[in-house]
């Protein structure tokens, strides 16, 4: 098969009149096909991640700016617990909006049937026949509520299909205590929830987390909100100071329990995708550019010594009338064929990483449409780097043919020098096999070339060490997070703060063995102009459900008089220990005061805040008040349990701990570990490539010699 695919070539050339030089060529190429292929894989592996990772990044940028200019994504929201409809007024006059919107939201308590556990619903006003004017929904199916039906509602896509619902689907939810059946007559996406992470939430749950739209005047009546709001989305004029509009807007709804207004970077759907395509930004330009190296000095090796081999041949081509500039172009044409040849595999290859990485994204961010596009500057660009990798690979190879006399080159090359270093001295003590010291000697002889080929296995090695670290580090993650510090059953959480005295209501429901109460407040820490806004967690010393961990699996009781601050918003805020931070509490009184920092802690998940219980109910001035329990379960109890919460009034959510550990896994199997067998694939080329042309090299100069 070898020597007709030669034959065919050779016959091929003369037929169609190649000249002689590009016979040559032919030649060369058909004798290193090997280490051609393997160079072509690895420069292919680098262009095939940077089309992949930038033709992802441009389809998700492309998608999100299209769904959230046609749907109106807001830059601003606030909440409270009731302001006048009378107050929409005031806010539109706010130097710097351009469209505002009110509207009421509330979570509720859904009783799915196929479910045993409650689930949870948010529900957003719609107004009456017609679309929101900000925060739009995209309707995939079906119509708007219709006047005088307040019970027709719309569902989040992915609640609906992870539930099986279709239009004129029922489904019976707890609205302010009271049950109500509910039909389904349309189903949509909205920009404000691309990535819907309910409170709670470490990963999105789309069966146990939908989004509802419900006509203002029914929603309204249901929550005792007539002429009221409780959310405000606002759209900002171009130039508009965001900083000032929030602070605007704290001021006109703190009398009405305004809890804090933010921007975008602050909203959850927004956080994640924006930090999700600075992530792909950060991997495209770093693995393919260790590609791209990795295969420009693998090209400088095989050209050095194809050029070493062929001094003859050089000298004879320059003899023959041949010039510096045809030779030098022979040359720089093998480097341009394997560079076409890694191209058009990278870009096979780029294609179909991407689309995979498109699928795996689909399972988290809800769009409208996401495909996978490449942006015509990705395939030029990836064209321009991968060019340029190979001029610099192949530049002082082909620079020592241009300037090779034909004298010189005709004469045989200068003898090695050999003589006996002191590695040699140091051999000589050990009792190597001949082969074994030839290996050595070798190894020394050329130290730049065997630095470079260590670099270039190392960076596999690299690869495949940081591939397998991150499948060791969920695990411990998974250990830490879900075994030793997340040790409850379940949490539950209330619509509003409770007295602590509920604690004993809960443990007195079937099937409860143990609970442990939680105060959560929503806070901006500030630290001169450096503020983050965050939760502030209070616990109870000793905890055994719920704990705080450090990175060595130590417990943390909470500090008493001070904070303590995760690791992230310490650097974030320029925080140490002892230094004093300004706690500006969110919501009920909105107290301020300045707080020392006790602690910094490190984590493996979550950014936060934490105080004794006694302390944030001190920061608050209330007495002992709790926003949930804890709670350790039997499981032979559970649906009794789960029947009797669904039927509370009082509670607002449950957050299992089991359902979001199988969710974490489900949606690690999913996409992550797909993208380390990605990985693994090309740090795998990078070492095959490596290793293979320096095997080539090695057996070819034991062949001259």
Known sequence: MVKAIHKFLLVWSQTVGVSALDRKLLRDLWRLRGQVIAIAAVVGSGV????GVYGVLSSLQLSK????????????????????DSLHDKIAAIPGVQFSETRIVADVTLDMPEMSEPVRGRMISTPEGRRPLLNNFDLRTGSVPTYGRPDDVIVSEAFAKSHNL??????????NGKKRKLTIVGIALTPEYIYALAPGQIMPDDKRFGIIWMGRKALAAAFDLDESFNNVSIKLTRGAIEADVIDALDHLLEPYGGIGAYGRKHQISDFFLSNELEQLKSSGAIAPTIFLGVAAFLLNIVLTRLVATEREQIGLLKAFGY????????????????TVLGLLIGIGMGLWFGDGMIGMYTEYFKFPLLAYRVDPSVFSSAAAVAV???????????RQAIHLSPAVAMAPPVPT?????????????????????MIFRHVTRYPRRTGLTVLGISFSVALLVASFFFLDSVQQVINVYFYQSERQTLTVNFVEPRPATVEEEIQHLPGVLATQPVRIASVRLRNGPREERT????????????RVLDTDSKPIDPPEGGVALSRHYAEKLGLHIGDMVTVEVMQERRPIRDVPVTQIVDQYLGFAAFMSLEGVNRLMREGPTVTGIHVLTDNANADQLYNRLKNTPAVAAVNQTSAALDNFRNSLDETMYVMIGFYIGFSSLIAVGVAYNSARIALSERARS
């Not at 700016?65 to 006048?84: C, G, L």
């Not at 030098?328 to 394997?338: E, S």
């Not at 340029?388 to 082909?398: E, K, N, Q």
């Not at 939760?535 to 719920?546: E, F, V």
């Open 166 to 175: 279709g239009i004129g689907s029922g489904i019976t939810a707890v609205i």
């Open 535 to 546: 939760s502030l967690i209070g616990l109870i010393p000793n905890a055994d459900l719920n």
């Open 48 to 51: 095939g991640l940077l089309v």
């Open 323 to 338: 010039s510096d500039w045809d030779v030098g172009m022979q040359y720089m044409k093998l480097v341009g064929v394997i």
């Open 417 to 437: 020098s050999y003589r006996r270093g002191a590695l040699g001295r140091l051999l000589s003590n050990f009792r190597f096999s001949q082969p074994t010291r």
């Open 65 to 84: 700016d299209a769904f959230y200019e046609r749907y109106r994504f807001a830059d601003v929201w606030i909440s409270a617990k009731r302001a006048p």
């Open 388 to 398: 340029a990798a190979a001029v610099i690979g192949g530049m002082s190879a082909v």
